[in-house]
């Protein structure tokens, strides 16, 4: 399950890691090894929203014997250092994706997907709460449970894997309700 390559790329060799790319790769005085590497890049492969199982998998592919251990910690240190965010949708495991700024989900609780919600919407959602109720927003997170189309057509089927939703703008060209 690959989704499209993230903009920063995947990293080369731990040796020559670069200290920014798209975000910061680890903290100052994190130290930068091939382990933490090699996840990076996996979440890269994978295209985010992706769980310690299917990077362990992604890793397993290349490296059989790659310990899950690893991944947690490696995870544990890429998170810690802002590198990787950590998604809690819902009652189901965490999923990683590269940091790139704040971040707004919607989640399908049918079938686990997950699309982002575009910052537009939220900086307005934001505005709204200043102008009309004098409340500064410090930090916001959005998560929006639902069904998502594929699964609102096939009722009472749970999907065995989670898939990616794209991002899908509707128009409404008839009469505003």
């Not at 996996?42 to 299917?54: K, M, P, Q, S």
């Not at 362990?56 to 250092?81: G, I, K, M």
């Not at 707004?104 to 919407?121: D, S, Y």
């Amino acid at each position: 399950m690959s989704g499209p390559p993230h903009p920063a790329g995947p990293l080369r060799g731990h040796a020559d890691l670069p200290a920014e790319r798209g975000g910061k790769i680890l903290a100052p005085g994190m130290r930068r090894t091939a382990q933490r590497t090699m996840v990076y890049n996996a979440i890269v492969r994978l295209g985010g929203h992706c769980t310690a199982d299917e990077i362990t998998a992604e890793l397993h592919q290349t490296q059989p014997r790659f310990p899950r251990s690893t991944v947690y910690r490696s995870l544990e240190a890429l998170t810690a250092s802002g590198s990787v965010y950590a998604a809690h949708l819902g009652d189901g495991p965490t999923h990683y994706e590269l940091a790139s700024g704040d971040h707004h989900h919607a989640v399908c609780q049918v079938c686990g997907g997950v699309l982002h919600i575009e910052e537009e919407l939220v900086s307005q959602l934001e505005g709204h709460l200043e102008e009309l109720h004098r409340f500064k927003p410090v930090h916001t997170e959005v998560l929006v449970v639902g069904v998502c189309e594929t699964c609102s057509r096939t009722p009472g089927r749970k999907s065995p894997h989670r898939h990616t939703l794209e991002h899908v703008h509707h128009s409404e060209g008839g009469s505003g309700s």
